[in-house]
């Protein structure tokens, strides 16, 4: 650098030197992410093809759908779809998400995407149902790790909750979910959940009041894309 610049008579790194270690660095989150995705497959199970690419907004939606007493019409699901299907492909895991609606229309498909795009990206996510997580947990009481089983769902970057809802009704179960949301509320860690039921049907005020206070709403009404193949046969 010549006399004067701010920079005079400093080392200063070449660019043959800072390209490699971009390189480098990017050659570690391709590692990570690699690694991430290997281990979020084994988790999604029937879910591991669900991507967002693989969703598909435009489906057929032959009749109208009920939920929560009130009747959809096609053109009421369709909006539903393509709302929900830009949240989730602009999410970022910044703040919760909840999304909730009729059997079969593609909330767990959603949540799936998610964890797959940001997989990709190298950011670890975590999958399960309430039941599965709350049974996880509950496995660790035979050798003494069901603390540690139930941390590391407090610390994971991203939690998708599915089927909130269906789990077992237990003084157990309740409070262990809570303490599971709850932590993960007072850290500003992201959780996504999909429930066939609003907010407010769920039984514990203390999670009604997580969820509003930090997740963006998601209705997702559409038809069952598992009865679509059934009509097509009988139309």
Known sequence: ??????HFGQLQRCQ???????????????????ALTTQLQAELGRLQHCTLERFDPHRPLPGSVEW???????AE???????????????????????????????????????????ARGVAGRYGSAPALLRLVRQGFRDGSADDRLEALMTVPLL???????????????????????IRYLNDRATIFT???????HRDERIITRINGTAQIVTLVAFDHRRLGHVAESA
Not at 68 to 74: F, H, L, S, W
Not at 83 to 111: F, N, T
Not at 195 to 201: G, H, L, M, T, Y
């Open 16 to 34: 043959c030197l800072e390209a490699a270690q971009v390189a480098a660095r990017q050659a570690v989150l391709a590692t990570r992410a690699a």
């Open 1 to 6: 650098m010549p006399y004067g610049h701010p």
């Open 195 to 201: 429930s066939n039921d609003p907010v407010e049907a």
């Open 77 to 119: 699901q369709r909006k539903s779809l393509l709302w929900a299907y830009s949240v989730a492909r602009q999410y970022e895991p910044v703040e919760s998400l909840y999304i909730h609606g009729s059997y079969g229309s593609g909330k767990s498909h959603l949540a799936a995407g998610i964890l797959h795009s940001l997989a």
């Open 68 to 74: 929560d007493g009130k009747a959809y019409t096609p």
């Open 160 to 182: 998708v909750i599915d089927d909130l809802g269906t789990e077992h009704e237990s003084g157990w179960s309740e409070a262990s979910l809570f303490d599971l949301i709850n």
